[in-house]
């Protein structure tokens, strides 16, 4: 069964500072990989997402997430942190395989610091 | 041009009352579904709906009847509310399981 996990639960960067959000994930075969945003009180927002080729995709607001088959990860990358990244984020796999939906991970909350 | 919308975004509500949340997508999606989301952010699959027949149907109470009238709408009913239903539902669709979904904003529903 497939399975996504985020190893870390909250996280505190300052402001300029580098952020790499861990994602791992399990799946029988080439996944679709995603990763979600949600600010406080809102919807969840789709950042950037991998299907197949280029393994460093590029999303919105700045981030990028390179996926490596050999170590079954999807990690969120940004060079400089803004106090308004602060928010919850979700990684998620997927796949055209019968009816699953997406499997999402239990989120990483980002606390940004001046 | 909202592409997913929840009615209402807050309901606030007497444990052991009925209650219905609304959601409807413009995006020609397939697939809809319903999440709960609680207090710890962990998001659970309750339903998922392909071309209006239910494909997935999480362990949910019974008290949570899923209806979809058409393609575009997913309608969550609840009965006989309880404290523990307190949560924020989001509805999503997507145009085939297992692809990108799009959310609404979510009804944050709180039974006192």
């Known amino acids: 069964a497939q399975s996504v996990t985020q190893p870390d639960i909250h996280i505190t960067v300052s402001e300029g500072a580098s952020l790499e959000l861990r994602c791992n994930y399990s799946y029988g075969a080439t996944p679709y990989l995603f990763w979600y945003v949600q600010s406080p009180g809102q919807g969840l927002q789709l950042l950037l997402k991998y299907f197949s080729g280029d393994t460093l995709v590029q999303g919105i607001k700045g981030f990028e997430a390179e996926f490596k088959r050999s170590q079954s990860s999807f990690n969120l990358r940004k060079p400089s942190v803004h106090w308004s990244d602060a928010a919850e984020y979700f990684c998620a796999v997927g796949g055209y395989s019968g009816n699953t939906p997406l499997v999402f991970g239990k989120g990483t909350r980002l606390s940004v610091i001046a | 041009d909202t592409a997913v919308s929840q009615t209402p975004k807050y309901l606030v509500t007497q444990m052991g009352n009925d209650k219905s949340i609304k959601c409807e997508q413009n995006l020609g999606h397939d697939t809809m579904y319903w999440y709960k989301q609680d207090s710890k952010k962990f998001l659970k699959i309750m339903f998922s709906?392909?071309?209006?027949?239910?494909?997935i149907n999480e362990t949910v109470p019974n008290r949570f009847s899923p209806k979809s009238p058409d393609k575009a709408h997913l309608n969550l009913h609840i009965n006989s509310l309880e404290l523990g239903d307190s949560a924020v539902y989001f509805c999503?669709?997507?145009?085939?399981?297992?692809?990108?979904?799009?959310f609404g904003p979510g009804t944050r529903l709180t039974v006192l």
């Open positions: 709906y392909n071309n209006k027949e239910l494909i």
């Open positions: 999503a669709s997507s145009p085939a399981s297992g692809d990108e979904q799009f």
